[in-house]
T-cell receptor
Framework: EAQVTQNPRYLITVTGKKLTVTCSQNMNHEYMSWYRQDPGLGLRQIYYSMNVEVTDKGDVPEGYKVSRKEKRNFPLILESPSPNQTSLYFC?????????????FGPGTRLTVL | EDQVTQSPEALRLQEGESSSLNCSYT??????LFWYRQDPGKGPEFLFT???AGEEKEKERLKATLTKKESFLHITAPKPEDSATYLCAVQGNTDKLIFGTGTRLQVFP
């Protein structure tokens, strides 16, 4: 089944404790992206990647890191999480033709930083 | 700056009562406008892509239309299972998707 998977689905952590949220897709997609979703603010892009070893900042990149060493994986790293990073996070992927490709979303990771 | 505004924020309908959701946008060089459905606690599920003004697409009880300034998602004779948040997003000259904050639809039997 074609899908985007994220792990963990739920995470409660404390301020300053480094964490990684994994994202993997099995559709051979070039483009991958991370979003956060907050009430009243909608989905906002954190980082995206057009291909392996190519990443770029979205609208809200502060406090986050990403890497794209393999085509299928795009982990999101929070080096020193803070309470304002409590949010619902989604990974997405698309074919990546440079046109208006459909992005397919993972199931989400609900992160709480105490 | 690219921007998407959805209205209304919330909509309550009786089963069978047709209505429309609005998505107004400003974008430099529209490449595509997307509609997604999102159920509570789940990831957005793709519904439609519209590329140019005048285009229309249909899927079951849903029909999406596009003008140069806005898109409508028409829901005909909705059922309770259509209850969800409907998200609109646009892609312009950049590689980014810009999302609206969504319309939360509730359909009562």
């Amino acid at each position: 089944e074609a899908q985007v998977t994220q792990n963990p689905r739920y995470l409660i952590t404390v301020t300053g404790k480094k964490l990684t949220v994994t994202c993997s897709q099995n559709m051979n997609h070039e483009y991958m992206s991370w979003y956060r979703q907050d009430p009243g603010l909608g989905l906002r892009q954190i980082y995206y990647s057009m291909n392996v070893e190519v990443t770029d900042k979205g609208d809200v990149p502060e406090g986050y890191k990403v890497s794209r060493k393999e085509k299928r994986n795009f982990p999101l790293i929070l080096e020193s999480p803070s309470p304002n990073q409590t949010s619902l996070y989604f990974c997405a992927s698309s074919i990546g033709t440079g046109l208006a490709d459909t992005q397919y979303f993972g199931p989400g990771t609900r992160l709480t930083v105490l | 700056e690219d921007q998407v505004t959805q209205s209304p924020e919330a909509l309550r309908l009786q089963e069978g009562e047709s209505s429309s959701l609005n998505c107004s946008y400003t974008v430099s060089g529209l490449r595509g406008l997307f509609w997604y459905r999102q159920d509570p606690g789940k990831g957005p599920e793709f519904l439609f892509t519209l590329y140019s003004a005048g285009e229309e697409k249909e899927k079951e009880r849903l029909k999406a239309t596009l003008t140069k300034k806005e898109s409508f998602l028409h829901i005909t004779a909705p059922k309770p299972e259509d209850s969800a948040t409907y998200l609109c997003a646009v892609q312009g000259n950049t590689d980014k998707l810009i999302f609206g904050t969504g319309t939360r639809l509730q359909v009562f039997p």
